[in-house]
């Protein structure tokens, strides 16, 4: 297994708390400040995806583009992590037959509330990757279940066994140049 970033321990740690959709994996602290809305509908023919950022007289467009870049990085960089962990066997995933029709959102529920009973108060951007739209589509419709390796994993801090292994060798390698230099030391003054 490779390092993980400290946003991609979380992710893992909300996979292996029990199965997870998508919108799901993100953390609190990174939708504080914004939702990211999905609409994937087939029948109308309508695809899209906005972010929508709260509205205040002292953002800047500045911020508005930092949040911006913020969501596109931090859904690239999970859905990267998801497709490293289902390469390596550590999740499964499925898709519910729920049907065709998605209108789903990643952010906090009481932002969307927000933004559902006072929409004039977001500021609404289309999501600037393109390149990202179709991967999203895949994956928002996707539920994911760890398996028991990935929940070993973070059972032992984030360390497969090989690695557990390896820094048990370390440490009897260490003791055992102790003990012979404290052995060595011993003799030399034994000896005077």
């Not at 499925?94 to 969307?112: A, M, P, Q």
């Not at 927000?114 to 999501?127: E, G, S």
Request: aromatic share 14%.
């Amino acid at each position: 297994m490779r390092p993980l970033s400290k946003s991609e321990k979380n992710v893992v740690k909300k996979l292996c708390e029990k199965t997870q959709s998508f919108s799901n994996l993100f953390d609190e602290d990174f939708l504080q400040n914004f939702i990211i809305e999905i609409t994937n509908d087939s029948i109308t023919k309508t695809y899209e995806i906005k972010i929508l950022i709260k509205r205040k007289e002292t953002y800047s467009d500045q911020y508005y583009h930092e949040q911006n870049y913020k969501a596109n990085y931090k859904i690239a960089e999970t859905i990267n992590l998801l497709n490293y962990l289902k390469s390596e066997a550590y999740i499964f995933s499925f898709k519910s037959s729920h049907g065709i029709t998605v209108h789903g959102f990643i952010g906090l529920n009481e932002l969307y509330l927000d933004y559902r009973d006072n929409p004039d108060k977001y500021v609404r951007y289309i999501f600037p990757n393109i390149e990202l739209y179709d991967i999203i589509f895949e994956f928002v419709d996707i539920t994911f279940v760890s398996t028991e390796s990935l929940k070993d994993y973070l059972k032992n801090d984030f360390r497969t066994p090989d690695q557990i292994i390896h820094r048990q060798n370390i440490i009897v390698a260490w003791i055992a140049i102790i003990i012979s230099i404290l052995l060595g030391l011993i003799g030399i003054f034994c000896k005077c």
